[in-house]
T-cell receptor, first 114, second 115 residues
Framework: KNQVEQSPQSLIILEGKNCTLQ??????????LRWYKQDTGRGPVSLTI?????NTKSNGRYTATLDADTKQSSLHITASQLSDSASYIC?????????????FGTGTQLKVEL | NAGVMQNPRHLVRRRGQEARLRCSPM?????VYWYRQLPEEGLKFMVY????????ESGMPKERFSAEFPKEGPSILRIQQVVRGDSAAYFC?????????????FGPGTRLTVL
């Protein structure tokens, strides 16, 4: 059974601080791994995408890493802002199945406070 | 270029009624996907459609649920005789073509509440 597990489930940090979110997956083989940001009441928005051969990908203050050997990924957020408060979801695309069956983690709920 | 549009954003139905959820993909996108997000859970794939064709409905319950993507107009997810367990957020996504590298762009979702 394909699974994507994320930790921590929730996190509260002060504005300006950094944080790292974790994702462990068992989907194999996989085509790519994405991190999405989902604001409350909105649909997910893609932050980064990495293929199995990539180790790191940055998008502004967001940096994602991937270790395909240990099947782990992380999302590092630097200099957090209040607007970073959202759910961050790790999503894995299996290599088989046509690419349509994305496997979603349950997300890490991040709250940035003053 | 407008993003993926879904309506209604909120829908309240009583048990036994029908729910119709609409999704207009991004301009130029011919592939539509429906996902369901139950409270405290991740999004789960339901169905994948192209214009006038259901490609993969393996994630959709066999009864009461149906989906279509007609030649003209939005994609429709239809839930007949709704039950309380159908209460969830339903998200639609679209992509320009199939393929593992193609990003799916998500709509804002429809939140269905069954009383």
């Amino acid at each position: 059974k394909n699974q994507v597990e994320q930790s921590p489930q929730s996190l509260i940090i002060l504005e300006g601080k950094n944080c790292t979110l974790q994702c462990n997956y068992t989907v194999s083989p996989f085509s790519n791994l994405r991190w999405y940001k989902q604001d409350t009441g909105r649909g997910p928005v893609s932050l980064t995408i990495m293929t199995f051969s990539e180790n790191t990908k940055s998008n502004g203050r967001y940096t994602a890493t991937l270790d395909a050997d240990t099947k782990q990924s992380s999302l590092h957020i630097t200099a957090s802002q209040l607007s970073d408060s959202a759910s961050y979801i790790c999503v894995v695309t299996p290599l088989t199945g046509g690419g349509n069956k994305l496997t979603f983690g349950t997300g890490t709920q991040l709250k940035v406070e003053l | 270029n407008a993003g993926v549009m879904q309506n209604p954003r909120h829908l309240v139905r009583r048990r036994g009624q029908e729910a119709r959820l609409r999704c207009s993909p991004m301009k130029g996108h011919s592939h539509v996907y429906w996902y369901r997000q139950l409270p405290e859970e991740g999004l789960k794939f339901m169905v994948y459609l192209q214009k006038e064709n259901i490609i993969d409905e393996s994630g959709m319950p066999k009864e009461r649920f149906s989906a279509e993507f007609p030649k003209e107009g939005p994609s429709i997810l239809r839930i007949q005789q709704v039950v309380r367990g159908d209460s969830a957020a339903y998200f639609c996504a679209s992509s320009p073509s199939q393929g593992v590298g193609n990003e799916q762009f998500f709509g804002p979702g429809t939140r269905l509440t069954v009383l």
